[in-house]
């Protein structure tokens, strides 16, 4: 017997403190500037090129991001540091990423009207996990009290969220669980180096959560999960380099490969059309025309690159109200860009409508997942 899977509330978490453009460019502003007095011999010579400086206009027209939430703000706009903070927390407290997993899921479970103890499966998936074990999902699940059922941590980067859920669809459709928590806690600002004109301004903090149960739990209420698709293929074009195996290897610790660092351009040039072909694929597959979705809750990543893919997807340009934004306020907060969007527009649907996820990333990784409201 196959059992239906349907996508009952979403939750999210939100850092109290946001860091403007404005704000973050005259940190990197003073910073470079220090720099480039520091090294003027060095620079004059040809010996080292000097460090741009930025613009609040720069970052928006380069990315359409105003604004980000951060789980640490003065340490990140203190020109001396520009980096999060987060103190070290001791064995007997709840750890950060897992904290804000669960202030995530406690917002989804409220929405759904459920009790943690509903929950048979909680999955962590997100870009960065905080330690190799135990397992993140492990903790949410026993801080949420649930004492009952597993988790596990997955990393896809950016797609996380989606391959998240493609994995509770399928716990769903086998009857391993009837209720699955998908978290995906996201603190991108520790990853990201400030000091990169380029990129300083990519990223943000936040935690978002996916209840995924099976039909008869649900009366009548959420979304039908339809499909899901994934697809990887491999690129150095995205890459951040951290991991256990750096201590094993001294010389490379400090360097900036052990950040965020990308290959923009050709992100930008060879993701829309993987992505964008994606998409198609899977609505034939279903037998749907895309022209029967009413709205793309896509991964918000650059506004230029979503308006691109969106219209290659209906064929026409698409409004924000088709392709909701969210990176103005929050910028690129990974695995949980696209689930931000869903959660914050699609109180108008009404039953039959249709709508898709879709999450792109280093990887390459991409998911698409089809949603009919009930």
Known sequence: MQHNAVLSATGLWTPSQSISNEELVHSYNTWANQWNAEHAAAIEKGEVEAKPLSSAAFIEKASGIKSRYVVSKDPILDPAIMAPRIPERPNEEISILAEIAVGAAKDALQNAG?????????????????????????????????????????????????????????????????????????ICSGHLNFRDRDSHFIFGDVATAILVEEESRVNGAGYDILGTKLKTQFSNNIRNNFGFLNRAAPEGIGKD????????????????????????????????????????????????????????????????????????????????????????????????????ICSFGAGYSAGTVVLKKR
């Open 114 to 186: 459920r009790d943690a103890n509903d929950v048979d499966a909680v999955l962590v998936a997100c870009s960065n996990l905080q330690r190799g074990y135990p397992a993140i999902s492990v903790e949410v699940q026993d801080a949420l009290g649930i004492d009952h059922g597993f988790g596990y941590d997955m990393n896809v980067a950016c797609s996380s969220a989606t391959f998240g859920l493609a994995t509770a669809q399928s716990m769903i459709v086998s009857g391993q669980a009837k209720s699955v928590l998908v978290c995906n806690p996201e």
């Open 257 to 356: 490969d052990k950040l965020f660092v990308q290959e923009g351009r050709k992100v930008f040039r060879e993701v829309v059309p993987l992505v964008a072909s994606m998409i198609a694929e899977h609505m034939a597959e279903l037998e749907l025309e895309p022209s029967q979705l009413k709205r793309l809750w896509l991964h918000q990543a650059n506004l230029s690159m979503n308006q691109l893919i969106a219209k290659r997807v209906m064929g026409h340009e698409v409004s924000e109200e088709d392709a909701p934004v969210i990176l103005d306020e929050y910028a690129n907060t990974s695995s949980a860009g696209s689930i931000i969007a869903f959660h914050k527009h699609h109180d108008d649907f009404t039953s039959g409508d249709l709508g898709l």
